[in-house]
């Protein structure tokens, strides 16, 4: 097998191995909530589309086209996985690729996968506020300071560059 | 022009050039449900907002701030797009820079660039079921495939890594 | 503190580095519609789920479980975001590793976040069309522009290998 050089270094490189490994989780837990949706759609009788009941008894179609407050929760939690798991995935790649200490940088992938995973859970499962709020928020952190991170670096970058041209 | 060679090294890697192609093209098939969405709401007369009506008659306005169902298809599909070019686009690079066989590479790229043009056509178009299920599953399996691919990657990695330092 | 010497090409590269920020600016941007649908909800008393109520007096929880105008535009306005600044980020980030002249990058960059800002003002604001029209609509040719760029360039690096590989 020939990889090309420069690839298996990125591979290599312990952090970006380490936002792969938790990008590709968070990623997944997210594409979970369709099969989920799926499932409450299916049990609760709750669908969307004509052609979705087309098999059922004439009578019975009109009343499964509804929403359903099970199927709508569900839904929701998948809109905020959609509204804050997809800014992390960007962030935190420019973030892996701006050279952070891997024990930083595995501090903030954890952080953010747990506190979506307790999301998840809070959402779903209705806990009592401000559980869910709490984990919201949490992964809001360490996507902001992911991009503190980012941004920063690149400003000292800017910086140095123009220290260098100067000199 | 000057360009950095690492750059070029990795735009000459041809999985991520693959990678490049067929993203861009699911990207821009997702873009294209927003005309879509505008020329459903110009068609069917129904707006979301009251700005995109001030210029009808006063006694017009009210009955077109309503919800059409061919534009809420439109939109679903939308959505839909949403919650799986987007995973499929972020794995999808992780998964080209885990260095797999090209052929290997194409034939994920394809066969979800090809499911999910057929699901566009399958729900902006009403087919009956299980077409766009059978689509939706199939985009979702080459998605799961290519997580599969990246976990172990970085799997392998980390056990060669510790054998190396133990031996 | 030592990073890979590749991450620091990366990083180093300056269309690369210009996209890493305008894409973190973007991104924030977006994430800020969470905490001002939150404020909006707060505001106007409206909320999605039980639990979010659950602290209210019984007689006046049914009331706050309902859709407000406000929200709803802030909703529509975030998930306006989501169907095109996610699109830029992703071909943003193909562009940028492409090879682009670093004028031209700017260009295209500093347009869409300028398009972007002002769509959220035109749309929260609800300012008279076509003013959010048409900031929505340069957004979107920014982001074909630079997906017309990585897949012409891929095509010429196609041509450029089969004619050394005949010749």
Redesign the interface.
């Known amino acids: 097998?020939c990889?090309?050089a420069?690839?298996?270094?990125?591979?290599?490189?312990d952090v970006?191995?380490a936002f792969?490994?938790y990008?590709?989780?968070v990623?997944?837990k997210?594409?979970l909530?369709?099969p989920m949706t799926a499932y409450y759609r299916l049990t609760r009788g709750a669908f969307?589309?004509?052609?979705?009941v087309?098999?059922k008894p004439a009578e019975e179609r009109k009343k499964l086209l509804r929403a359903h407050p099970d199927v709508e929760?569900v839904r929701?939690c998948?809109q905020n996985d959609?509204?804050?798991i997809?800014?992390f995935?960007?962030?935190g790649?420019?973030y892996a690729?701006?050279?952070p200490?891997l024990s930083t940088a595995l501090l903030h992938f954890r952080l953010f996968t747990g506190s979506r995973i307790f999301h998840t859970i809070a959402y779903v499962g209705?806990?009592?506020?401000p559980s869910?709020g709490l984990s919201w928020m949490l992964g809001?952190l360490v996507?902001?300071s992911m991009?503190y991170r980012?941004?920063s670096?690149?400003l000292w970058?800017?910086i140095h560059v123009i220290h260098v041209k100067m000199s």
């Open positions: 097998i990889k090309p420069e690839m298996e270094k990125l591979m290599e490189n970006f191995m792969s490994t990008a590709a989780i990623i997944l997210m594409m909530m369709a969307a589309n004509d052609e979705d087309s098999r929760r929701r998948h959609l509204e804050n997809i800014p995935v960007v962030i790649l420019l690729l701006s050279g200490e209705a806990l009592p506020q869910r809001m996507t902001f991009a980012v941004l670096t690149v970058l800017c």
